[in-house]
């Protein structure tokens, strides 16, 4: 149902200019281990690099314990304790390129009040549009959620048997704090593991779910030589820093796949569809 208290911040919106620098694309294929050359100025760049683009930038007395911008600004005051990037629904219709001034806007299209078997939920439901002079080249849905209750961990499902693609991912602290770095996130969960682990119940640090989205995205074009046209993931599970994960996935259909990450026990942790040109 949607949540009346909450209903001054539909339609809320914000824009950022930013630019897709040569430092930042080559840190961001450095920490994402991608082979090749990065891209040089004036060449197309993956189409989740989006994800380094137009955050919000605050000051640290604006920031919540948590270290995302406090609630009641932009974001509603949800008062309960945990937020997670549940998922995101993306569009490409023409490439960002290297050195290109990128505007990019903000705005929330929903907030949601849900009881499950975890508890209670909000969902807040934020649509970016990325343009550069004035042409639209990529849109994202982004689903935001906040609860109280305790994450999900451990084995409590059956395995999940992986697809005809695979490839095993070690991550680590280091790898998890540069691409918080690249994209201004400042969700202690992903670099400070005192606080994960102590304050929000964590057994490790999180890895990020838009890093994970990002490395399924290029696995996906990797596998099958295509590239993307669409691209959505849904969060189903977290997955930790001292733990591996898998890629995995297939075609689903000629211009279509399903993709999804398996933690180190086989549970399935993110789902994912993707669309090729």
Known sequence: MNSPEYASWINKKEIYVDQLTEVNINRLHYTLNILGNPPSLGEPV?????LILGEPSVRPDELGEDGHPARGGFMPPVPLKRRMFAGGDYEFFQPLNVGEKIHVSWKITDITRKTGNSGELVFVEILRELKVNRQ?????????????????????????????????IKTNAVQLFRYSALTFNGHRIHYDRTYATEVEGYPGLVVHGPLMATMLSLFAERQSGRKLRK???????PVFDLDGFTLTGSFSGRDSAELRVLDHQSQLSMSAEAEFL
């Open 136 to 168: 639209l080249c990529a849109t994202e849905n982004r689903h935001i959620v906040y609860t109280d209750s305790k994450p999900k961990t451990g084995q409590t499902d059956e395995a999940e048997m992986p697809g005809e693609w695979t490839e095993k």
């Open 231 to 237: 691209f959505s993931f849904r969060g189903k599970r």
């Open 46 to 50: 993956f189409p989740m690099a989006l």
